[in-house]
T-cell receptor, first 108, second 125 residues
Framework: EIVLTQSPATLSLSPGERATLSCRAS??????LAWYQQKPGQAPRLLIY???NRAPGLPARFSGSGSGTDFTLTISSPEPEDSAVYYC??????????FGQGTRLEIK | EVQLVESGGGLVKPGGSLRLSCAAS????????MNWVRQAPGKGLEWVSS????????YYADSVRGRFTISRDNAKNSLYLQMNSLRGEDTAVYYC??????????????????WGQGTLITVSS
């Protein structure tokens, strides 16, 4: 099973301060990686797929990069509404998909 | 607008059974793979099971294989999860989720674009 390790566990920033979230895979997943955002009491929302493709309607301040084992989700100028838990997910190891343990982002 | 509405959650005793349903609307259900993902209270996301659009392919996490069965009825735009031999560690919110891509060019491993609001399963005596 491919293990995804996210860092940091928690990130606290001020509005407008660039956010950089990391996801590291235990073995190469090529670019078969997605990012999700989950706010309290809500279902997850797909943000990025195939490492760098933005989901429809996603604000341009969100971007993804990386390949192989190291991936980054960047929020260029976060807003308070971006406070949430962010998860990465791989689909390289099909028929199994796995999620990272999440990074909690606080913007205040 | 894509909508996914889960139902069937509740309290069940260890060893018991439960059947979840997911009613889909706003898209051509028969063209998309569908999935179940769960989230234990205060924990992260765990993939449970996936079904291809025609039910030809069904996949399960090791933690539920042999106990859970995924099915779908394309005529009713509905996805199901039959859960047997339930354990305490199955306690979670269960989400129904639709694949990002349709299967017109072939079934691909899922990214999960649309999610329901979830239904809570509590396994406790």
């Amino acid at each position: 099973e491919i293990v995804l390790t996210q860092s940091p566990a928690t990130l606290s920033l001020s509005p407008g301060e660039r956010a950089t979230l990391s996801c590291r895979a235990s073995q190469s997943v090529s670019t078969y990686l997605a990012w999700y955002q989950q706010k309290p009491g809500q279902a997850p929302r797909l943000l990025i797929y195939d490492a760098s493709n933005r989901a429809p309607g996603l604000p341009a301040r969100f971007s993804g990069s990386g390949s192989g084992t190291d991936f980054t989700l960047t929020i260029s100028s976060p807003e308070p509404e971006d406070s949430a838990v962010y998860y990465c997910q791989q689909r390289s190891d099909w028929p199994s998909i796995t999620f990272g343990q999440g990074t909690r982002l606080e913007i205040k | 607008e894509v909508q996914l509405v889960e139902s069937g959650g509740g309290l069940v005793k260890p060893g018991g059974s439960l059947r979840l349903s997911c009613a889909a609307s706003g898209f051509t259900f028969s063209l998309y793979g569908m999935n179940w993902v769960r989230q234990a209270p205060g924990k992260g996301l765990e993939w449970v099971s996936s079904s291809s659009s025609s039910s030809s392919y069904k996949y399960y996490a090791d933690s539920v294989r042999g106990r859970f069965t995924i099915s779908r009825d394309n005529a009713k735009n509905s996805l199901y999860l039959q859960m047997n031999s339930l354990r305490g560690e199955d306690t979670a919110v269960y989400y129904c989720a639709r694949d990002l891509q349709d299967t017109l060019t072939g079934y691909q491993p899922p990214y999960l674009q649309h999610w329901g609001q979830g239904t809570l399963i509590t396994v406790s005596s």
